[in-house]
């Protein structure tokens, strides 16, 4: 028996025979056999299993070449067509089935896969308030402005107007049990901020706040938002008492913070 040639045409599959020895395949019409997609046959199912031969749609070969088969390989373990992700060891496997004397494989990750997070907050202000958070400080406190978002209608806004540190905080318990991985972003931008005032994101550990980042004796006058991102240590996994805090510090009328896009994610 000749080799047997498979391609794939609008849907359907388009076996070219070469000899007519192949009449046993399910049939065929002239020189071609047509099968559609919902009717393709597992392994060994329609195709034929010879010796030092070819193998058609999923048909396993011994000691020969699984020639364009869908999927086919060599029964000896080396893979002529890997279909959907599948491998074999010893024999072959054809859209996830088994093969006799193989193992069927595995649908494996081909580079699209999502390695899929939990977010435990995720909060743009979009409420046009700032509910949920512990607002503290003897600047004026933070509130939702629909002046400067970096994204949607609101973001969180601060002008302390003290030079005390800190200035303007709010803070948020969130609770990690049972997640690891955790990861904490959010898009600040700061206006106006001179060596005097201060800007200070931290987390909360169970015991101590953890520094973020921190303008400290720096000024800082964005532009535009600045995306940060951080990942954190095994000491935020786990943690009933996990916590975030923003801390605004300016003295000047026209010196203030925005927040927007919090967001406490994990990886697991």
């Known amino acids: 028996m000749k080799a047997v040639q498979v391609r794939r045409a609008i849907g359907l599959w388009l076996v070219s025979i070469d ?45 020969a070449t699984a020639g364009a088969a869908v999927g086919g390989t060599v029964a000896d373990g080396s893979i002529e067509s890997a279909a959907a992700g599948g491998a074999a060891t010893g024999g072959g496997t054809a859209m996830g089935g088994t093969a006799t004397g193989g193992e069927g494989g595995t649908g494996g990750c081909d580079g699209s896969c999502v390695n899929l997070s939990v977010v435990l907050l995720s909060d743009g202000f979009e409420s046009g308030t700032v509910t949920g958070w512990t607002l503290g400080g003897p600047g004026a406190p933070w509130e939702a402005s629909s002046s400067a978002p970096a994204g949607g209608i609101y973001s969180a806004w601060a002008r302390p107007q003290t030079t005390a540190d800190p200035g303007s ?12 991985g955790i990861s904490v972003e959010y898009d600040r931008q700061l206006v106006g901020l001179d060596p005097a005032d201060e800007w200070r994101a931290s987390w909360f550990d169970g015991t101590a706040w953890v520094v973020l980042e921190q303008t400290d004796s720096a000024s800082a006058d964005d532009s535009q938002y600045v995306h940060e991102s951080f990942t954190l240590p095994a000491s935020a996994d786990d943690n009933p008492d996990f916590a975030i805090y923003f801390n605004c510090t300016a003295g000047a009328a026209l010196e203030y913070c925005y927040l927007d896009n919090v967001v406490v994610r994990a990886g697991q």
């Not at 905080?169 to 609770?175: D, F």
Request: proline fraction near 2%.
């Open 19 to 63: 000899a007519v020895a192949c009449n046993s395949l399910l049939g065929y019409h002239g020189d071609y056999f047509i099968a559609d997609d919902a009717g393709l046959p597992a392994a060994g199912g329609g195709g034929a299993d010879v010796s030092g031969g070819s193998a058609a749609i999923g048909g396993t070969a011994t000691g």
């Open 169 to 180: 905080v709010m803070q948020r318990t969130v609770s990690t049990v049972g997640h690891s």
